[in-house]
């Protein structure tokens, strides 16, 4: 079963606008993490937050969580063509140490 | 590092037979994942192991499909006999335990049952 569902499901933006992708999940996590996922290609790790941390930073990237909504968001700024691809939110509950993957958000970002 | 290397990266083969994906995690890497990708189903997690041992097979459809990891250097994902419905990608992934941190995924198998 999904534990994190994204939202929205496609997203289309010009070049240079800011990307929010939002991701809700239902139980307790240990942290939450963005994969990006080019056509045809494997996951690619963007980042991890953990459950007792609000925002993180990444290059162009921003994450929120916010456990009290069990929710969290990806910003990407200036986006650039080549961050068109599919994006992911997983959850870790810490049960196991495995990791369970939303549907997905793909994103197209035209020139 | 090469990454997580699997093969092979695209497979065509007849209802019935027997297919065999392989995986060889990053070095030093202790835990290893199979996931299938489907539209419909999304990613969905078959099996794991840690330090070589199965730890969670749930995910595993049916009897049909079985994964073994003999050394820390290369696992197995079989079906037998496949079906059309086994048509997916299937990935594999491998992390280091410890502090939290992400998988790092191979480019996955194309499987199609015809």
């Known amino acids: 079963s999904q534990q994190g569902e994204e939202d929205p499901q496609a997203l289309s933006i010009q070049e240079g606008e800011n990307a929010t992708m939002n991701c809700s999940y239902k139980t307790s996590i240990n942290n939450l993490q963005w994969y990006r996922q080019n056509s045809g290609r494997g996951l690619v790790h963007l980042i991890l937050?953990?459950?007792?941390?609000r925002e993180k930073h990444s290059g162009r990237l921003r994450v929120t969580l916010d456990t009290s909504k069990k929710s969290s968001s990806l910003l990407i700024t200036a986006s650039r063509a080549a961050d068109t691809a599919s994006y992911f939110c997983?959850?870790?509950?810490?049960?196991?140490?495995?990791?369970?993957f939303g549907k997905g958000i793909t994103l197209s970002v035209r020139p | 590092d090469a990454g997580v290397i699997q093969s092979p990266r695209h497979e065509v083969t007849e209802m019935g037979q027997e297919v065999t994906l392989r995986c060889k995690p990053i070095?030093?890497?202790?835990?290893l994942f199979w996931y299938r990708q489907t539209m419909m189903r999304g990613l969905e997690l078959l099996i794991y192991f840690n330090n070589n041992v199965p730890i969670d097979d749930s995910g595993m459809p049916e009897d049909r499909f079985s994964a073994k990891m003999p050394n820390a250097s290369f696992s197995t994902l079989k079906i037998q006999p496949s079906e059309p419905r086994d048509s997916a990608v299937y990935f594999c992934?491998?992390?280091?335990?410890?502090?939290?941190?992400?998988?790092?995924f191979g480019s996955g198998t194309r499987l199609t049952v015809v």
């Open positions: 937050i953990r459950s007792n941390e």
């Open positions: 070095s030093g890497h202790d835990y």
């Open positions: 992934a491998s992390r280091l335990s410890g502090a939290p941190r992400g998988y790092t």
């Open positions: 997983a959850t870790d509950t810490g049960a196991n140490s495995k990791l369970t």
